[in-house]
């Protein structure tokens, strides 16, 4: 069964500093992995998809990267703002067996403070 | 830019009611999807659903569940008989493809069980 993990938890940084969230799975034969922010209350909100054939997909401010190999990811988030406070979500699609069911990690609670 | 839509924004009901949950997928997506975050915790999967049959369900998605396409914008999810454990947010969303494309969510609606 598929477990996805997301490390740290939360953290809090000051304005500018630039971040790496982390998300790792357990199961290596993915289709894919999808990074979301979800403001509190609110839905999710896809920030960047990475096929398994890809290594990276860059968004603005933002590059995510896969090691489909090691079972990992990580989110990059340049220059952070005050903005970019929110929770980070990365959800990992398919498995051993073929299924599409997505898995999510609890997600990294991010502040960011001017 | 198209969006999915999901009414209500939050429903509060008595332990045993049935209650609908709408959806509004975007326009040209053909797969949908209802996810369920109970507060504090995972986003978990409940359902997908193409061509007017699901395509793939969770353990979690009992016979208590069932979804709809009553018409052709229309997504429902319905609880038959609530339990206080099926509070949570509830999320809707869709995608044109169903392995290798983003999933676009809804805000969400809070159901709240009582």
């Known amino acids: 069964k598929q477990e996805v993990t997301q490390i740290p938890a939360a953290l809090s940084v000051p304005e500018g500093e630039n971040l790496v969230l982390n998300c790792s799975f357990t199961?290596?034969?993915?289709?894919?992995l999808q990074w979301f922010r979800q403001d509190p209350g609110k839905g999710l909100t896809s920030l960047l998809l990475?096929?398994?054939?890809?290594r990276e997909q860059t968004s603005g401010r933002l590059n995510a990267s896969l090691d489909k190999s090691s079972g990992r990811s990580t989110l990059y988030i340049a220059a952070s703002q005050p903005g970019d406070s929110a929770t980070y979500l990365c959800?990992?699609?398919?498995?051993?067996?073929?299924?599409?069911?997505?898995?999510f990690g609890r997600g990294t609670s991010l502040i960011v403070h001017p | 830019e198209p969006e999915v839509t999901q009414t209500p924004s939050h429903q509060v009901t008595q332990m045993g009611q049935e209650v609908i949950l709408r959806c509004v997928p975007i326009?040209?997506?053909?797969?949908f999807y209802w996810y369920r975050q109970i507060l504090g915790q995972k986003v978990e999967f409940l359902v997908s659903?193409?061509?007017?049959?699901?395509?793939?369900k969770s353990e979690i998605f009992d016979d208590q569940f069932s979804v709809e396409r009553p018409d052709g914008s229309n997504f429902t999810l319905k609880i038959r008989s609530t339990k206080l454990e099926d509070s949570a947010m509830y999320f809707c969303?869709?995608?044109?493809?169903?392995?290798?494309?983003?999933?676009?969510f809804g805000p969400g609606t809070r159901l709240l069980v009582l």
């Open positions: 969303a869709s995608s044109v493809g169903q392995r290798q494309e983003t999933q676009y």
């Open positions: 199961d290596s034969a993915i289709y894919n």
């Open positions: 990475i096929q398994s054939s890809q």
């Open positions: 959800a990992v699609r398919g498995g051993t067996g073929g299924s599409y069911i997505p898995t």
């Open positions: 326009s040209n997506h053909l797969y």
């Open positions: 659903f193409y061509n007017n049959e699901i395509s793939e």
